[in-house]
């Protein structure tokens, strides 16, 4: 089972938005997440909202998939045209999964030109999609390309085949640097994603999965610890035994390798998971969801945000493919943030970056605690001085105590 | 012959001949309620359709519990070959901790009942209330109870509590509180076996306080048996330990509700209101006497109830400290034995040292408290009262471990018990090494019968205050038995011992420990507080110290990752709620320095291994 949506108020069926979100959305970048709730298999640490095509059927299907999307665009430009909320040229797409490269190319070039025909496209544009190393072909990267995706990101998660088994993922290792070289081939910017601190993964391990992502050159390398979610197969794997538990000693030291080697590779942080090679390859579109910008999620269970309003579409695809064909918004919830809420999240958000928080947004009680967490070597003093908190390596392994630390009892 | 009295004899005008007074001497289990409750409805002093079970047993607790903490008088109507009688029963705590108020119950009555399980056999304390009632000279009826069981074994307790008592075991009745089967032959047995009371009706009056009761409505209830002289209502009545006097409100008898009587004769067993709202003014033991025609001489037997055992009661949640206040302020109405007085930890905050006749009294009230007044308490770890003479000859009494004085002592004394276990006899040698390593003296040993054990030893109270109960019934199955009283004090090479966590004492953990045990107790404690507590964000080292010497550590290592991996647009909502949650978190962190220390991590430090068991279970 995918995991739980939040708990929040009932949406309304045109999804049109309180008059507090239209507030200053002129000065904020626009952006569109599109879900693919599809998977060729279900990985066993997944809780994302995916399903494969065994478990889906009649108007929910791969095939009529694209069509509900076009369906939600076209309402959510309306609504928020209803909300008074300014027409923006979209900064940044990202079409995220479940596996997006399992519909046609196509299809993602389809709703992209949908979302342009909507909004337009900002000239610089960053569009985005996750693939899987095996649903890619220079074909259909050379088809994504000419629609104006820019960029790649793929789910290599290990270099290590015990590991890849673990984790339920199907590619053939090898399959990986044949993917990115047909993407850079095709013109796009690559990014690869690694899962760290899986049951059974040695240090050794996780630094050939480090070596060997350096080694095929991307611009973008996310590294993530892997998370056990309630729920998923791998949880009630170590529930039972069958696997060993996820230690945090082990992430740590893993974290410090990856922060050494991707940054002897020539790519630096900008996000606690994350590393670029430039500035400007850092993802733009998740430095939006950091910095508090709109965006319309698309797809089941995507989450949207416009100016202090957050929602969130029913899960499951039936249900939102219905909500869609009868004229309806398929959100399920909303949640309208309070000041404080909006300053927890930007405190929590905005930690995590590189270029950090400034220190004048902090409130009194913040702006004392950071005297604190300099002399505990959890952020850097001369940023701090310097006006922004911006965390130091062991920060970064300490980043929520920090936010507590931060926030007001 | 009916065995209903057709006329119940009046009270303030029955004949002392007719009177038949007696309590019922039983441990907790044996069946002391059931039985009584049968009596009620034999004699019809319960209608049917009033009935329930433990009658007598007023609070939740107590039915719970299956444990009588107060006990009452009933006046039980009884006919034997065409005369009424009047049957007193008094019911008689059956704890250990109560023995005082045992004492004084026995001592209101000519005769006891004593009560064995058929499948158990006597256990120490019933013991102990037995030798105590021979003591005062009372006559002992024996009765093997719930015989209807098919683990009963009459023939071979019959045959112990003969030896017990003098007599031959066809002597023991056998009844079944639960069916009745027997219960009509003790009632009559009751009345042909006892004496009847005597005493002089124109003496100057005097009644002894077997029990007082504070009621919301009423005020004190006060129990008592009248020796001499007789009491009347409207009278002035005067206290002979405190001189204080009271005008007599309310004079009855218990059948078992409260009937109102022209008074109390000789012999007879009643109530008293005067309308005072403490049961300080009106202590067991105490002679009552007339302002108008007083007597002399009190019946004696009085003693202050003296607490052996204190503890610290912190609420959880500091704003409920006026609660606990207010409570304690309202149970010392009903519970002459408790005394308190503020007192702050570094640790715990603001809360109260509570002194204790011993550990059931404290689980009880501890428990009432949380029960009654909706309250989250810790109690710290029980100590009992020494004395401490420094070099300059001062004196201090120290009930807990942070007063207890640096520097230049001269003498430490602890207070010591004289203890009494029962068991099979298999378990002897468990018994004594347990009895060793709590530094006891072994006084003798008694066979009470072929395969059972009476074993005396002389202990330290402090050694039995806190597990001992608890792992003498582990090592022996659940068939130990254990009675204890006070037995003066002696010098002991006693120490204190200091936790620190991250170089800062921790007061609500420091103990009171005999020098070869201070290492054990650092070593124990140092390690469950490295289990108990989370880690932080420094490394925080444990130590338990005596003085500035360190004779245990331990270290929590620091934490080294406190982050989420992800946090996308998907994921903010929730991020947010788990941080609030964490924040809620914090609060029930209680700040020893800079480490936060959960409340459980409290509560688990100081209950014993085998209570965290029965938790979990």
């Known amino acids: 089972m995918p995991s739980a949506l939040p708990l929040g108020l009932p949406a309304p069926e045109d999804g049109v938005l309180p008059p507090s979100a239209a507030e200053g959305a002129s000065d904020r970048a626009f952006c569109l997440y599109v879900h693919i709730p599809f998977c060729a298999v279900r990985c066993g640490y997944c809780d994302f909202n995916t399903y494969t095509a065994t478990e889906l059927g009649g108007g929910a299907s791969q095939d009529a998939y694209a069509g509900s999307v076009l369906a939600e665009l076209a309402l959510g430009a309306q609504a928020l045209e209803a909300s008074g909320v300014p027409s923006r040229p979209l900064s940044t797409v990202f079409f995220g999964g479940g596996t997006p490269t399992l519909l046609p190319a196509e299809d993602l070039a389809a709703i992209l030109r949908a979302a342009r025909d909507q909004w337009s496209l900002a000239p610089d544009a960053e569009v985005t999609t996750e693939a899987n190393p095996d649903s890619v072909t220079p074909e259909s990267l050379r088809v994504l390309r000419d629609a104006g995706f820019t960029r790649i990101s793929f789910g290599m998660q290990s270099a290590v085949p015990h590991v890849l088994a673990v984790l ?5 290792p090898e399959r990986v640097p044949q993917a990115v070289q047909w993407a850079r081939e095709a013109g796009l910017k690559v990014s690869l994603d690694l899962i760290y601190g899986t049951p059974g993964e040695s240090l050794e391990d996780w630094r050939t999965s480090l070596t060997t992502a350096l080694s095929y050159g991307p611009d973008h390398i996310s590294a993530y610890a892997l998370i056990i979610e309630d729920g998923t197969k791998l949880a009630s794997r170590i529930r039972r035994g069958q696997v060993p538990p996820i230690d945090d000693d082990d992430h740590a030291d893993k974290y410090a390798l990856a922060d050494e080697l991707l940054t002897a590779g020539g790519l630096q942080w900008y996000e606690v998971s994350n590393w670029a090679r430039t500035p400007a390859d850092a993802c733009q579109h998740n430095l939006a969801y950091w910095r508090g910008s709109d965006w319309w999620g698309a797809g089941p269970g995507a989450h949207s945000h416009v100016g202090g309003t957050r929602w969130w579409n029913v899960k499951h695809p039936r249900p939102y493919a219905d909500a869609l064909a009868a004229g309806r918004s398929p959100a399920a919830g909303r949640e309208v943030l309070s000041d404080e809420d909006r300053y927890v999240e930007d405190v929590m958000l905005r930690v995590r970056l590189r270029e950090g928080l400034a220190t004048d947004t902090l409130t009194t009680s913040g702006r004392r605690a950071v005297a604190g967490l300099i002399a505990d070597g959890l952020v850097e003093p001369a940023a701090a001085f310097a006006g922004r908190v911006v965390l130091t390596f062991r920060g970064r392994l300490l980043a929520d105590a920090v936010v507590r630390r931060l926030l007001p009892d | 012959m009916s065995p209903m009295a057709r006329t119940a004899p009046v009270p303030a005008a029955t004949d002392p001949a007719i009177i038949r007074n007696f309590c019922i001497i039983a441990h907790i289990d044996h069946g002391k309620s059931t039985l009584a409750d049968r009596m009620l409805q034999l004699t019809g002093a319960v209608e049917q359709r009033d009935m329930k079970a433990q009658y007598l047993d007023r609070m939740d607790i ?15 109507p009884w006919e034997v070959d065409g005369t009424a009688y009047a049957l007193n029963m008094i ?7 109560f023995t005082y108020e045992v004492s004084r ?16 056999g006597i256990e120490a304390q019933t013991l102990a209330n037995l030798y105590l009632a021979m003591e005062n000279n009372l006559t002992i009826i024996p009765v093997l109870n719930k015989i209807d069981l098919p683990a009963a074994q009459p023939e071979k307790y019959a045959a112990e509590l003969a030896s017990l008592i003098g007599g031959e075991p066809e002597d023991v009745l056998m009844v079944s509180g639960k ?30 306080i077997f029990d007082s009761v504070y009621d919301t409505y009423r005020g004190v209830v006060t129990y008592v048996r009248v020796v001499d002289g007789h009491l009347s209502p409207r009278e002035r009545i005067q206290m002979m330990s405190t001189r204080a006097t009271h005008e007599l409100l309310e004079i009855g008898v218990s059948s078992p509700e409260p009937k109102p009587s022209k008074g109390l004769g000789v012999g007879e067993v009643g109530y008293l209101i005067t309308g005072v709202k403490d049961v300080r003014q009106s202590k067991v033991g105490d002679t009552v006497t007339t302002l108008a025609k007083p007597a002399t001489e009190s019946l004696g037997g009085y003693q202050d109830p003296k607490p052996m055992v204190f503890s610290g009661l912190y609420p959880l949640d500091g704003t409920d400290y006026p609660v606990l206040r207010d409570a304690l302020a309202k149970f010392t109405l009903n519970d002459a034995a408790l005394v308190y007085e503020p007192e702050t930890s570094a640790a715990l905050g603001f809360g109260f040292r509570v002194g204790f006749l011993g550990l059931l009294h404290l689980e009880i009230t501890r428990e009432r408290l949380e029960r009654e007044y909706n309250l989250d308490l810790i109690s710290t770890a029980p100590n009992v009262e020494y004395e401490v ?26 207070p010591m018990v004289s203890a009494t276990i029962l068991a099979p006899s298999e378990f002897v040698g468990a018994i004594m090494e347990l009895c060793q390593q709590r530094r006891g003296v072994l006084g003798g040993m008694d066979y009470l019968s072929e395969d059972r054990v009476e074993i005396r030893y002389r202990l330290p109270l402090a050694e039995i205050v806190f597990d001992f109960f608890d792992l003498l019934k582990s090592k022996t199955r659940g068939y130990g038995s254990l009675d204890w009283k006070a037995d003066g004090d002696q010098v002991s090479d006693l120490v204190k011992v200091d936790i620190l966590l991250q170089g800062d004492q921790v007061d609500a953990f420091s103990a009171i420990t005999h020098r070869d045990k201070a290492y054990a107790y650092g070593v124990m404690m140092t390690g469950k507080l490295r289990e108990l507590i989370p880690r932080q964000q420094f490394e925080v080292p444990i130590q338990a110290a005596i003085g500035a010497r360190i004779i245990a550590r331990e270290s929590i290592r620091a934490i080294r990752k406190d982050v989420l991996a992800k946090c996308y647009g998907g994921d903010i909502t929730r991020k947010r709620k788990l941080l609030e949650k964490q924040k809620e978190g914090k609060k029930r962190m209680k700040m020893v320095g800079r480490v936060e220390v959960p409340q459980e991590a409290f509560i688990a430090a100081l209950s014993s291994d085998e209570s965290k068991d029965k938790a979990k279970k």
Request: with cysteine.
């Open chain 1, 168 to 172: 339920d993922r199907t590619h053939s």
């Open chain 2, 62 to 76: 107590e039915r719970e519990r299956g444990i009588t903490i107060k006990s009452q008088a009933v006046r039980l």
């Open chain 2, 91 to 97: 019911d008689t705590p059956g704890h250990v901790d």
């Open chain 2, 105 to 120: 119950s026995l001592a209101a009555c000519e005769g006891a009942i004593l009560l064995v399980d058929a499948a158990q």
């Open chain 2, 179 to 208: 069916t009745g089967v027997g219960v009509e032959a003790l009632m009559d047995k009751i009345v042909r076996d006892l004496p009847a009371p005597t005493g002089d009706p124109n003496a100057p009056a005097r009644a002894m």
């Open chain 2, 389 to 414: 003479t420094l070099e300059d000859k001062h004196v201090l009494k120290v009930t807990n471990p942070s007063e207890y004085p640096v520097g230049k002592i001269a003498e430490v004394r602890e």
